[in-house]
Each structure stands twice: as structure tokens, then as C-alpha cells.
């Protein structure tokens, strides 16, 4: 049971380089999640989802992008990227109803130089 | 706006001791609280929510509205139970898409 998936584990980039975060879930939850985490820090909403073909801005959206064409994956993309966006990137997953918790994925660990 | 607070970013207790992970909140409508967990090269995972009102590995928590509060407590702490707590507050998912607010985390070290 693979749960929540994310890839690449680790990257370095340059500064201008543009990337993509992988995320797929295997347990069929309409509302997904990209956080990122500074050090020090708690966990800050980039962008969500609740389904396939909608996605909506979370608390600090700026220089990234993400797209939800189908229910299982949600990819995060940094065009330009940039120090500021060095940090652990977390995809998370959840079904609609209440009471649910989020699942995680491992993260990414990003830094960018 | 929805805001979480966990006051201590370091907790250290000896072996047995009990132990107690604060968590304040503030939100004028009915929250969804819970507490995660990250184990050292794990994952955030779900430690318990308000809702169920159980308790896992011996933690508990109990939503307090009047105090706005969800404080994470063990009578005996464990050395596995060093970790990273975090405690996260839900949006209603039917109106605000189950979005959470997390506090800055707390890490635990349990000293044997």
C-alpha cells in the first residue's frame, strides 16, 4: 500500500532552473496538497485541490504552479527558481468528509543554489 | 484567519516522566484538531484527532473550546516517543476543502 508518493527524494537546482515535483496517491482521495516546510518552521499550504481539474492558491502560492488532471496525481511545478524556494516540499492526500486526516508523502528536500 | 500556536519548539523529560505537547488555537467556527507525528526518517503521519477521542501509544488530547486549546499528554513518557509533534487545525472540507493550519512543531526528547 504505496499511499502517497512523491519524486525526486532530493534536488539540487540552479538559480533560473525550472522543475517538477511529482505526487501520486493511491487511495482514490479527491482533495490533495502542497506544502512546504522551512526550517524551523511549521508547514505553510502552497496550493490544493479538490478534484480532478481544480485547483485553488493556499497561503503562499507565488512562483509555483501545480495542475490536477487526474485524481491520483498532482504535480507541483517551480518555473524560475529561486534561493527563497529552497526547502522540504510535502504532497499530502484526503478523502471530502470530515474527521479525516491528511496522508503525507516522504518529501522533497529541494535547495536551490 | 485560522492560526495555530505551539509555544515550545523543544520538550526534553526523563524516561517515565509524563509529558505534555500545548497546542492554542484561534478560529471563530468549529475547528478539526488532530496531532501528527514525525518519527525520526519517517513520514508526518496522523497521531489522533479531536473527534475520536481515543488514545494512541498512551497520548491523549482533549479539546478545550473555552480555552481554545488541544494540549497532547502521556502520564509516562516513552524514549520512542522522541519525534516531532505537530498539531494542525481543519477546515470544514465542505466549505473550506478540509484545508489545515499547522502549528511551527514541537520536537520531543525523551531522555532514558
Known amino acids: 500500500n504505496a499511499g502517497v508518493t512523491q519524486t525526486p527524494k532530493f534536488r539540487i537546482l540552479k538559480i533560473g532552473q525550472s522543475m517538477t515535483l511529482q505526487c501520486t496517491q493511491d487511495?482514490?482521495?479527491?482533495?490533495m496538497y502542497w506544502y512546504r516546510q522551512d526550517p524551523g518552521m511549521g508547514l505553510k499550504l502552497i496550493y490544493y485541490?479538490?478534484?480532478?481539474?481544480?485547483?485553488d492558491k493556499g497561503e503562499v502560492p507565488n512562483g509555483y504552479n501545480v495542475s490536477r488532471s487526474t485524481t491520483e496525481d498532482f504535480p507541483l511545478r517551480l518555473e524560475l527558481a529561486a534561493p527563497s524556494q529552497t526547502s522540504v516540499y510535502f504532497c499530502?492526500?484526503?478523502?471530502?468528509?470530515?474527521?479525516?486526516?491528511?496522508?503525507f508523502g516522504d518529501g522533497t528536500r529541494l535547495s536551490i543554489l | 484567519a485560522q492560526r495555530v500556536t505551539q509555544p515550545e519548539k523543544l520538550l526534553s523529560v526523563f524516561k517515565g516522566a509524563p509529558v505534555e505537547l500545548k497546542c492554542n488555537y484561534s478560529?471563530?467556527?468549529?475547528?478539526?484538531l488532530f496531532w501528527y507525528v514525525q518519527y525520526s526518517r519517517q513520514r508526518l503521519q496522523l497521531l489522533l484527532r479531536h473527534i475520536s477521542r481515543e488514545s494512541i501509544k498512551g497520548f491523549t488530547a482533549d479539546l478545550n473550546k473555552g480555552e481554545t486549546s488541544f494540549h497532547l499528554k502521556k502520564p509516562f513518557a516513552q524514549e520512542e516517543d522522541s519525534a516531532m509533534y505537530y498539531c494542525a487545525l481543519r477546515l470544514l472540507p465542505n466549505t473550506n476543502a478540509g484545508k489545515s493550519t499547522f502549528g511551527d512543531g514541537t520536537t520531543l526528547t525523551v531522555k532514558p
Open positions: 485541490s479538490v478534484g480532478a481539474g481544480i485547483t
Open positions: 499530502a492526500s484526503s478523502l471530502g468528509q470530515g474527521g479525516q486526516p491528511q496522508h
Open positions: 487511495m482514490n482521495h479527491n482533495y
Open positions: 478560529y471563530s467556527g468549529s475547528p478539526e
